[in-house]
């Protein structure tokens, strides 16, 4: 699973970068990551990152995810995409005694739309996705505002941001069933849907005709039906990101 969590990096990473390419492009790249989760005692982890993106007249791959355009033209692009969501719970991972007797959670295939409206102030960004194995049964809706600001070869892209869970997903992520209770001596918790509101900033800078450095990042502020979950004790969780990509 540890491959997985690394990877949601790169999913930003490569949304963010990816964007700006031009049609019928390949950005490959490696980098370091640092992923902050929401977990009781899961340590700070630093990965290795592969950055892969695509951008095409029909077809798109970024990170984790891929799509094919319903619409894709200047200023509008609706595509029905999927993605793998590296989102999972290992109880070996926390040094918490009592989180170490619940039950794994899995990370799952999600699918639905992406859409993108360009504007000469900035773009609109959303996704609606759902879970296509099962695990969860959960929906996630993520609707941001970005801008690009280009100065020579510098690009930033900062963004807000909200998404959405719904009460399948948070229950099964968050959540802590009456056995599960019973084992650790946690209090048993049933999750609603939340709003999660985020902040995230990519940075680019073009040192050679072909070549790139990075840094990418997402602070997210946890909804309530999260932070009061009694597996959670933080009221954020983060990623960070930095590498080189080469373009062909």
């Not at 072909?210 to 946890?222: A, F, I, P």
């Not at 932070?227 to 960070?240: E, G, H, R």
């Amino acid at each position: 699973m540890t491959k997985f969590k690394l990877l949601a990096l790169s999913v930003i990473i490569a949304s963010s970068l990816g964007t700006a390419s031009a049609a019928s492009q390949w950005s490959v790249g490696a980098g370091v990551g640092i992923v902050e989760s929401p977990y009781k005692q899961y340590d700070r982890d630093v990965y290795p990152i592969p950055v892969v993106t695509y951008e095409g007249d029909d077809f798109w791959f970024r990170g984790l995810g891929g799509g094919y355009y319903l619409w894709n033209d200047k200023a509008d692009k609706l595509s029905i995409m999927a993605y793998y969501s590296p989102t999972y719970f290992k109880p070996g991972d926390s040094d918490d005694r009592q989180l170490r007797r619940l039950d794994k959670r899995k990370s799952t295939m999600m699918a639905g739309l992406s859409y993108v409206h360009n504007t000469e102030y900035g773009f609109l960004r959303t996704t609606l996705s759902g879970d296509t194995l099962d695990n969860s049964n959960g929906i996630v809706w993520d609707l941001a505002w970005l801008y690009r600001y280009t100065n020579g070869a510098l690009t930033l892209t900062p963004g807000i941001g909200m998404a959405w869970h719904s009460e399948n997903y948070n229950d099964y992520y968050y959540g802590v069933s009456h056995n599960e209770a019973r084992r650790s001596g946690l209090n048993s918790y049933d999750a609603d849907d939340s709003w999660n509101p985020y902040l995230e900033l990519t940075a680019s800078y073009k040192f050679a005709d072909d070549w790139s450095v990075y840094g990418s990042g997402r602070y997210n502020r946890l909804g309530n039906e999260i932070k009061d979950s009694p597996m959670v004790d933080k009221s954020w969780s983060s990623l960070i990101s930095a590498g080189i990509t080469y373009s062909f």
